[in-house]
């Protein structure tokens, strides 16, 4: 975790080599309410100043970077002096409630991010189990890519979503789907449970 906060500031401060700027962090902090009295660690604040000291100090916050650790979150400030041209006016980012919010906007990002990557894992570790299912049992007269009409009785799989797909089945398993060749889905169909079609649905999206 060290080494990927080093990295962040070699990267923040290389990009700022010209402005007055300094970092500071702090890492597996616990608490959002509690940062700005604790001493940062890192650059000027050296482990000794808080936020608090530094804009006293006249220092202000440029931006802030947060991450989850594994004992909280690590937070890194960056910070410059006034004299630039946006110290000069009004609406710098130094008071508390406008760093407050941009501190939960950022968590609500991240919490974003995380949300969608755990959805794509789910579809991937679908797919995977699909593929498996596929291939032994359904390729045959699918198709390798689920582009099979099945001489003409079967619409394409890989047009189906996973809800069309639970139609036609379910219909199978009660009598009420027919194409023209259902007695030959039938005894199919009542080994395939809704999971196992969404592993397949899975699968042929992501070949296709
Ligand atoms: C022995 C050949 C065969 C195999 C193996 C087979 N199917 Fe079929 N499948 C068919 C035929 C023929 C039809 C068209 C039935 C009809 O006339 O309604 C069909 C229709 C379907 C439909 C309905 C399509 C539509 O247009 O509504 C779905 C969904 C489907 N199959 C899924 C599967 C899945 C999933 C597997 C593997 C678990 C599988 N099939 C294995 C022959 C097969």
Redesign the pocket.
């Given at each position: 975790m060290k080494k990927a906060i080093l990295s962040s500031i070699l990267l923040l401060s290389s990009t700022s080599i010209f402005a007055d700027t300094t970092m500071c962090f702090k890492e597996n902090h616990q608490s959002m309410s509690t940062i700005e009295n604790t001493p940062l660690d890192g650059g000027i604040c050296a482990g000794k100043n808080t936020i608090a000291d530094m804009k006293a100090k006249g220092w202000l916050v440029d931006d802030i970077k947060i991450s989850q650790s594994a004992n909280g979150m690590n937070f890194i400030y960056v910070l410059k002096t006034p004299g630039s041209q946006m110290a000069s006016q009004s609406n710098f980012s130094g008071n508390q409630a406008d760093m407050e919010a941009r501190i939960l906007e950022k968590l609500e990002k991240k919490k974003e991010a995380e949300k969608v990557a755990k959805e794509i894992q789910i579809k991937k570790d679908l797919s995977v189990d699909g593929k498996n299912?596929?291939v032994n049992?359904?390729q045959?007269?699918?198709g390798e890519k689920g582009e099979s009409t099945?001489?003409g009785?079967?619409?394409p799989?890989n047009t189906?979503s996973s809800e069309?797909?639970r139609?036609?089945?379910s219909g199978?398993t009660n009598g009420t789907?027919?194409?023209?060749?259902?007695s030959?889905?039938r005894p199919?169909t009542s080994t395939?449970t809704y999971v196992?079609?969404d592993k397949?649905s899975a699968y042929l999206e992501s070949i296709k």
């Open positions: 299912i596929y049992k359904c045959s007269c699918h099945v001489g009785y079967s619409r799989l189906l069309e797909m139609h036609s089945i199978y789907y027919d194409r023209g060749r259902a030959v889905m199919i395939l196992t079609l397949v």
